[in-house]
């Protein structure tokens, strides 16, 4: 079987790579992975998947975003710097941005705010956008019905029905990854409501590694397992699978592959 797979949502830049960062690229690029996105969740991470991005052309691609956790970092700065680096052809989107009620690190009125700005940039300059939601399905639910025009991927995303129902209504992805394949997981009972031409591919890297890999830091190569378990789940081919989660991920992030 010859396939490429494309990781939507893979934090390389963490510093659970410092050691053998090089060494995962290289050995992903060597076994079917053809590009890796990373997205980011502080300002500070712009500059650095910049110049990771610049090391590994036509591989490694960026957005730029705050993570919900710290929307309370948010500047009038941040905002400047976000609309310097969207010029750059590494830069693909807006991410990750969102809504995070489960820990709340930062506090819901400014993750609203900051959630709404975000996507409001990315409408007006047509970018796609990675979504993160947790324990705020109704919050998300009623900002994204607010956004036409929006275009992107809810990331991780983890099967619950409302949030199904307005990513498919707003033509939005969905980001299928590790959690597939825990037995308890909600998505893997719901996965079959999700179409195949809206599913792309990810990782989350270092986290939520896919059985058999569980409780291990996750890495590119790992969404192999994904493949095999959304093959099983959806009753179709392995090679199915991975085609259109590849055409799908280049059609939302516009990669020239």
Not at 161 to 186: A, M, N, P, Q, R
Not at 241 to 247: D, M, Y
Request: net charge negative.
């Amino acid at each position: 079987m010859s396939i490429k797979i494309i990781d939507t949502h893979c934090h390389l830049n963490m510093e659970e790579f410092d050691e053998d960062r090089n060494s995962v690229i290289e050995n992903s690029r060597k076994n079917s992975v053809a590009a890796v996105i990373m997205p980011s969740t502080v300002e500070k991470d712009f500059d650095r998947e910049y110049e990771l991005c610049s090391g590994h052309k036509g591989f490694l691609y960026y957005l730029v975003g705050i993570h919900p956790h710290d929307a309370k970092t948010y500047t009038n700065s941040t905002y400047d710097r976000v609309f310097e680096h969207i010029n750059n052809k590494q830069c693909v989107g807006i991410g990750e941005i969102g809504l995070d009620y489960y820990y709340e690190h930062s506090p819901k009125d400014i993750q609203k705010e900051v959630f709404n700005n975000f996507l409001d940039i990315a409408i007006e300059k047509h970018l796609p956008v990675s979504i993160h939601s947790r324990e705020s399905t109704n919050d998300m639910v009623d900002i994204l019905k607010t956004k036409k025009g929006l275009c992107g991927v809810i990331h991780c995303f983890s099967g619950e029905d409302k949030l199904l129902e307005v990513g498919l209504e707003l033509g939005l992805y969905f980001g299928i990854g590790g959690v597939v394949t825990f037995k308890k997981s909600l998505l893997r009972q719901n996965i079959t409501n999700v179409p195949i031409d809206r599913i792309v591919l990810e990782t989350d890297a270092p986290y939520l590694a896919p059985v058999p890999k569980r409780g291990k830091r996750n890495e590119p190569l790992y969404i192999k397992y994904v493949i095999g378990e959304l093959a099983s789940l959806l009753c179709k081919d392995e090679e199915v699978i991975a085609k259109t989660a590849f055409a799908n991920s280049i059609g939302v992030f516009g990669l020239n592959l």
